[in-house]
């Protein structure tokens, strides 16, 4: 019989909390998109989880419920927390196994839930899109365009969706290299050429990133971000744009302060439950 937790999960905990799971044997763990953002955790029946008084070392961690189900049962409820949703102005997403079809004026997006990060139904990758959509309204939308750390790909998507056309995506993790490869060919009927991106598994000093973009995207950690962003700004041209998340909204405060005196003008900050992103541009 496998094993799922339903937990109380505050946003700023997921990550640690998430590697925690993986560590003791849950074989996936993920949120709700819907409203309530419920947090899952999965045990197959030979890893028994973990003693629930451990997790105590997470402020504000606790598991609400636990239930059993048979292997028959596995694919269905994997599958119960993740329906089709719009994001942002033009974008309807829709999990792989769903067939509805994408309300008028909305651009169908299909994903895989489960591969890599980028599905959309986390908060910083819809600010993220919004913040995108925002800059195409204002013809602001220029190529070349970067993704640092990009998933499965789905920002970089949504870029050439929105108007771009020269596109590199790229992440450190191995995993995401066939993520993005599976979210391009699942999403080439909406695609307006047969490459929407370019994408890579490497880092930003990849020496073939030799070249200023006129916007970086950016949805990872707060100190990633500050880690990165002197290395980014060597990559970012004058007058272009950056567009950060993965940010907690308690620290919105330090996040627009560094890109502040960075030589970045933050020009707008989103917010949605517990995150936010900002869109800055460099003078």
Avoid at 76 to 82: D, I, K, L, T, V
Avoid at 211 to 234: C, H
């Amino acid at each position: 019989m496998h094993t799922r937790w339903l937990m109380k999960m505050p946003p700023d905990q997921e990550d640690a909390v998430t590697d925690w799971l993986l560590e003791r044997g849950a074989s996936a763990t993920y949120r709700d998109a819907d409203p309530s953002m419920s947090f899952y955790a999965y045990f197959p029946p030979n890893a028994a989880p973990p003693d629930v008084e451990e997790l105590s070392v997470f402020d504000g961690v606790s598991v609400i419920s636990a239930e059993r189900f048979a292997d028959e049962d596995w694919l269905a409820r994997s599958r119960e927390g993740f329906g089709a949703f719009d994001v942002g102005r033009v974008f309807f997403i829709r999990p792989l196994w769903n067939e509805e079809p994408a309300p008028p004026g909305r651009i169908p997006l299909v994903i895989n839930p489960g591969l890599a990060f980028g599905t959309g139904g986390h908060e910083t990758t819809r600010l993220c899109m919004g913040l995108l959509e925002d800059l195409a309204l204002e013809k602001k939308l220029n190529d070349p365009v970067l993704d640092i750390g990009s998933g499965t790909g789905i920002l970089a998507f949504a870029a050439h969706l929105l108007g771009a056309d020269d596109i590199t995506a790229f992440d450190i993790d191995p995993d995401c290299g066939p993520a993005m490869t599976e979210f391009i060919q699942m999403n080439s009927a909406a695609a307006r050429h047969a490459t929407p991106f370019s994408p890579f598994i490497g880092t930003l000093e990849n020496p073939r990133l030799n070249r200023k973009y006129n916007l970086l995207l950016a949805n990872i950690l707060l100190e990633t971000i500050q880690e990165l962003l002197p290395l980014m700004l060597q990559k970012l041209a004058t007058n272009g744009y950056l567009i950060v998340s993965g940010i907690l909204a308690d620290r919105q405060d330090e996040a627009l302060l560094n890109l502040a005196v960075s030589g970045l003008k933050p020009i707008k900050a989103t917010q949605e439950g517990g995150w936010i992103a900002i869109l800055a541009r460099y003078n």
